[in-house]
């Protein structure tokens, strides 16, 4: 069964980093493309970063500079490396792959699919 688990969320101080892990099971993601989303509370899930099955990346200009996706095909595995972080990045963050093999990023959740639980991301001080 085709499952992301997303981790490494956490409770930090503005200004420090997390890097956050989508591990794929049931799959192999390399020839898809799988994007990070997110969902702070009483707003819409958002779109926030993409990497596509050639190592392309696209970023939510809000985050840009500040975070980096990437992958490791042998370890099935998608990170989000977040730096800076600010209050305004708290949400649940989410992983998914594109419902295309050998697609491109495209910001919008309804290109995407088998969404994992999500990672709690909370910046507070």
């Known amino acids: 069964q085709l499952q992301f688990l997303e981790s490494g969320g956490g409770l930090v101080e503005p200004g420090e980093s997390l890097r956050l892990n989508c591990a794929a099971s049931g799959f192999t993601l390399s020839a898809y493309a799988i994007g990070w989303f997110r969902q702070a509370p009483g707003k819409e899930r958002e779109w926030v970063s993409c990497?596509?099955?050639?190592?392309?990346?696209t970023y939510l200009n809000s985050v840009k500079g500040r975070f980096i996706i990437s992958r490791d095909n042998a370890k099935n595995t998608v990170y989000l490396q977040m730096n800076s972080l600010r209050p305004e990045d708290t949400a649940v963050y989410y992983c998914a792959v594109s419902k295309r093999v050998l697609g491109q990023c495209v910001p919008d959740e309804y290109e995407y699919q088998n969404w994992g639980q999500g990672t709690q991301v909370t910046v507070s001080s």
């Open positions: 990497i596509n099955w050639a190592g392309s990346t």
